[in-house]
């Protein structure tokens, strides 16, 4: 966490940081593998240049993958699998996977229940070939299963050794505190980026306390927060719908963002990377997982390492912003 020793608040991050309680050491700066092998979320995937996303990172120090179940289906953990046993070193990769989706007549489901929790990490510890999982989440919460008992399984497959740590995706601040009634989640992950800052209230300060690391997702909405849109662009896909995205909203956003130019530049960085930087200072956010579907992006991404933030850049962000 944050007051630990090998987190610097406002300096670069150069060494690997511990998730949550857990005995799981990472680069801050991990890979989101929802392009490696996510034929149901993006047309026309090269699963040789996933498989390339996925060997550039842990060729480059990178050794944090977030993979999950739904991404594909199946086919993301396959493929990931499929590079860790070429590679080796299994035991030198942090896999990160999810489960809580069912299909019941084509239809998809969320189901927290122990025995699909168990069936699920099974069924992806064939997929990823290996024999442990390194951080399971469960994906989505469903509406029955009482999230102790969900979380209670996990803890049973992490005593014998099929799991090392377990998380929680998507849960509210209610259902996490049920989740950790007994002190067993080491991570959350859930939205969270300089557009929708709704974790701050509650979310990030329980979260903290209980030594949980928060993993934000879509930490540049899509690219909002990445600088490289003007007010001409227009969207046709599932930015079209998002909130950000639209009119006048889409207006203001592109201003703030203009903001973090001068900033950008006298550090010689990318405004995405000032964005990253600025999440790793905040409390319990100890890594992010930025996708890619290009191996020179994977690279771009762990440049956000060699910025260095001051008190004062750190301040003048969140007012932006604010």
């Known amino acids: 966490m944050k007051g630990e020793s090998n987190k610097r608040r406002c300096c670069s991050v150069t060494k690997l940081t511990k998730l949550g309680k857990s005995d799981l050491y990472v680069n801050p700066i991990g890979l989101g593998t929802n392009a490696v092998g996510g034929h149901n979320l993006y047309p026309n995937l090269n699963e040789e240049e996933g498989k390339n996303l996925v060997r550039t990172a842990l060729n480059n120090g990178i050794n944090f993958l977030d993979t999950a179940f739904i991404y594909g289906p199946k086919r993301s953990e396959e493929l990931i699998g499929e590079v860790i046993k070429e ?20 239809q998809v489901v969320f189901d927290n229940s122990p025995s699909f929790l168990k069936q699920s990490v099974e069924d992806s510890l064939k997929r990823l070939q ?11 919460p469903d509406e029955a299963t009482p999230k102790d008992e969900a979380v209670g399984a996990l803890k049973e497959l992490k ?3 099929k799991i090392r740590s377990i998380g929680v995706s998507n849960f509210s601040l209610e259902q996490l505190k049920e989740a950790n009634k007994d002190g067993y989640v080491d991570v959350i992950q859930g939205e969270y980026h300089l557009l929708q800052r709704d974790a701050e209230k509650e979310m990030l300060p329980y979260t903290a306390q209980n030594q949980i690391s928060f993993i934000p997702y879509f930490p540049l909405a899509s690219g909002l927060l990445a600088g490289k849109y003007s007010k001409e662009d227009t969207f046709n896909d599932l930015r079209s719908n998002m ?5 006048e909203n889409f207006i203001k956003n592109l201003e703030k963002v203009d903001q973090l130019h001068p900033i950008a530049e006298a550090k010689n960085a990318e405004i995405a990377h000032i964005v990253l930087a600025w999440y790793l200072t905040k409390d319990s956010i100890d890594a992010i997982i930025p996708g890619a579907k290009r191996s020179e992006q994977v ?13 004062e850049d750190i301040n003048k962000i969140d007012q932006i912003f604010k």
Not at 87 to 106: L, P, S
Not at 130 to 140: E, N, P, V
Not at 243 to 247: E, I, K, L, R, W
Not at 299 to 309: C, D, G, M, Y
């Open 87 to 106: 590679i080796g070193k299994r035991e030198d990769v942090v896999i990160a996977t999810k489960g809580a989706h069912k299909f019941v007549n084509d």
């Open 299 to 311: 690279l771009n991404n762990l440049q956000t390492l060699e910025v260095q933030l001051s008190p």
């Open 130 to 140: 290996t024999d442990y999982i390194d951080l399971y989440y469960i994906h989505f």
């Open 243 to 247: 909130p950000h995205f639209q009119g």
């Open 159 to 161: 005593d014998e050794g």
